[in-house]
């Protein structure tokens, strides 16, 4: 027991000392510190020492439990707690990425708070047979100010547009009792059960009740629907480029992955719609999906990744490097030519499905930077995509709309492949001008890699040294060494398959009785290459499939459908279209060509052009059938094919191939940015577009060269 008396109590407590917590920190233990044994001499009785020993009171409590709080939350300790968290100091590039997470979260919620409170509007279509000269009631409602505008969208054998006289007969649209429009049937689609699709927006007067009828001088069957909206959607065209302006500074300034950019925007055209009592359904959104081309990206990326196992991407490198004779001009002009000759008779996105990992190993077998070689191969498989019906698949959409007017595959390629040669060499001399110091080829990157496979050890060979011979024979003996087929039998197998898709993916355009598109025909290469292949491990092929590109993909064709939904493409057309008609006579088709290739040109650098080439057809036709603007259709087509497809060199996200070249370089290391690919991509479409407007301006304003 402890010795009160004679100072033993000071004593103990001076070796007992400084008490401390769990953590090894001193605590407000009652016995903390050190006391002067003189300031117990005068304590003798129980009396006087009791009050040292007896249990504080519950105010007492509460207050030093007020006063321990108070310390841990000094401005110290909480600055203490702060960069524990990770949350202190708060840096420049720290409070901007905090900055980018509210906005970018605060966005979502809006767009996540429009899309789910607003009910899905599911389209109902109507079917109407109108007999001659009966007028039927379409449609009858109240107009109470909040949805006031009446968009009706009519189907059937019309014309494109009103033509007026005895020869045409009229189906006349009446809003309350008033002629607002009319629909000239076509007896010639109404034989071969041709459907033009017209769309237009009335308004009602607030308060009111309205009715929309409709009579014909004909017997004639349509389709019709018609919607109530808000007045707020006279400007959804405003509310599109919005959205293309958002997702562009996301994916420009790289504040995001582009996947997460295309889906950020996707919700937010959706949100956009829903806003406007549009929302679409699930279904909707699914069928705006291009699965053509995410099946076809997803079975040529599963085929090619099972021919990575092979080897035969290091063996194509290095016959690549025996062409070329190690020299880096020879070989970019290789691969460019290649490139661009395979895309003219093989679609582009799967040219550079095959072409990137061969090219990737190549750059670090020699040394190169990855990512510019890359980029010039992708600039020339869109210039030679365009060369054919099934090079880019704008072209493929064009062909297919203008069959039926005598536009097929040979017509199309013979106007374009005279250009697209010509346009290759003005192509190449810019390469060569930005890629002019050879140097700049060079990567430290591919560097350290080469060297850590030990392919290039001697002192003789060195940077400078790929054009000498002897570099050359040395470096081509330790290639030879190490770059060989190390699986025949699955080479053999995959070699097979890829043959027997390429070649029905040529044969598809042309073979009426091949009833199964270009994602069918992949996807069952696909499956017979694994069935082959027999891989127990199928977890470690599809690791190598691309599905941050196929979710891009998936996210842009949502977008680009809702921005159609909202009446972009038509606003775009519609401009090209207007300006034509102020045209003078005799200038008018030189007017009409310049306005379709440069503003193709442009907007398909920063619109996907498969939407764009679909919104533009009708309105080619429309421009064709004017016999007041006497304009012939193939020029107008080869100008939009020019445009569509060379435009899509202007940006990263202008055509599928630029992307998916993107995405599997960035698997491997090597991936490139939006301002990398602007920086060469642009400049290149400008240049190319004016070659191409010299072609189109000689061959059908000089010479007339007009015939399909």
Not at 62 to 89: G, K
Not at 210 to 217: P, Q, T
Not at 478 to 488: D, S
Not at 505 to 511: A, D, E, H, R
Request: contains cysteine; hydrophobic residues 45%; proline residues 3%.
């Amino acid at each position: 027991m402890t010795n009160f008396k004679n100072g033993g109590f000071s004593r103990s407590m001076s070796s007992v000392g400084f008490s401390k917590d769990r953590s090894g920190h001193p605590g407000p233990d009652i016995f903390s510190g050190s006391f002067d044994s003189g300031l117990l001499e005068g304590v003798r009785d129980k009396q006087d020492r009791a009050p040292l020993l007896k249990s504080r009171s519950r105010s007492e409590s509460r207050r030093i439990s007020f006063s321990s709080i108070s310390a841990n939350l000094r401005p110290s300790r909480l600055i203490e707690t702060m960069t524990a968290l990770h949350l202190w100091p708060i840096g420049r590039k720290r409070a901007f990425s905090l900055l980018k997470i509210f906005l970018l979260f605060a966005v979502t919620i809006m767009a996540c708070v429009m899309t789910l409170t607003e009910r899905e509007q599911e389209k109902v279509i109507y079917f109407t047979i109108l007999n001659c000269n009966s007028t039927e009631i379409l449609h009858e409602g109240y107009c109470d100010g909040t949805e006031s505008l009446l968009r009706s969208t009519f189907r059937g054998s019309f014309y494109q547009e009103t033509r007026v006289g005895e020869n045409f007969t009229q189906a006349l649209i009446y809003l309350d009792n008033e002629n607002v429009m009319n629909l000239t049937i076509d007896p010639d689609a109404l034989k071969t059960r041709e459907i033009i699709t017209l769309r237009q927006d009335f308004s009602c007067d607030e308060g009111s009740n309205y009715s929309i009828a409709a009579k014909s001088e004909a017997k004639i069957p349509f389709e019709w629907e018609i919607s109530t909206l808000p007045p707020a959607t006279k400007n959804e065209v405003v509310f599109a480029f919005l959205i293309l302006i958002f997702v562009y500074v996301l994916i420009i300034f790289e504040i995001v992955h582009r996947t997460l950019a295309s889906m950020l925007g996707a919700l937010a055209a959706s949100a956009a719609l829903s806003f406007l009592h549009q929302r679409p359904s699930m279904t909707i959104i699914i069928s705006w999906i291009d699965m053509e081309t995410l099946t076809l990206l997803f079975g040529m990326m599963v085929i090619v990744s099972i021919l990575s196992e092979t080897g035969f991407f290091d063996y194509s490198a290095l016959q690549a490097y025996k062409l070329a004779r190690g020299k880096v001009w020879p070989l970019v002009t290789l691969l460019c030519v290649f490139s661009a000759v395979v895309s003219a008779f093989l679609d582009n996105v799967t040219t550079m499905l095959l072409m990137t990992p061969v090219t990737i190993r190549l750059c670090e077998v020699l040394k190169l930077d990855p990512k510019r070689i890359l980029i010039a191969e992708v600039l020339f498989s869109n210039i030679g995509g365009t060369a054919t019906a099934i090079g880019d698949p704008p072209n493929v959409i064009i062909v297919g709309a203008l069959s039926r007017r005598g536009l097929g595959f040979s017509t199309f390629t013979i106007h374009l492949i005279p250009g697209i040669v010509a346009i290759c060499f003005i192509g190449y001399g810019v390469l060569r001008l930005f890629y002019r110091d050879t140097k700049s080829l060079q990567s430290t990157k591919a560097t350290e890699h080469h060297n850590d496979q030990g392919l290039e050890t001697e002192d003789n060979i060195n940077r400078q040294g790929i054009n000498d011979e002897l570099s050359f024979n040395s470096t081509l003996a330790k290639l030879e060494q190490e770059y060989r087929i190390t699986n025949v039998p699955l080479l053999v197998k995959s070699g097979s398959v890829l043959l027997v898709v390429i070649v029905f993916l040529f044969t598809y355009s042309f073979q009426d009785t091949l009833h199964a598109d270009l994602g069918w025909i992949a996807v069952l290469g696909a499956i017979w290459l694994l069935v082959l292949a027999d891989f127990h491990d199928l977890e470690a092929i599809l690791r190598k499939v691309e599905w941050a590109t196929l979710l891009f993909f998936a996210g842009l064709f949502i977008l680009m459908e809702a921005l159609a939904e909202l009446g972009l493409m038509k606003a775009i057309g519609d401009v090209i279209a207007d300006l034509i008609k102020q045209a003078d006579e005799s200038n008018r088709l030189l007017v009409a060509l310049l306005l379709i290739l440069w503003v193709s040109a442009i907007a398909s650098s920063f619109v996907d052009n498969i939407p764009y080439t679909a919104a533009m057809v009708p309105i080619l036709q429309q421009l064709a059938d004017k016999p007041e603007l006497d304009l012939e259709l193939l020029p107008m087509v080869i100008a939009l094919a020019m445009g569509a497809c060379l435009g899509g060199n202007g940006t990263l996200i202008g055509a599928s191939c630029n992307v998916v070249c993107a995405g599997i370089a960035e698997q491997h290391g090597y991936g490139f940015s939006f301002k990398e690919f602007f920086r060469i991509g642009f400049p290149m479409m400008l240049a190319t577009t004016i070659g191409a407007t010299a072609y189109i301006l000689i061959c059908h304003c000089v010479f007339e060269w007009n015939s399909i």
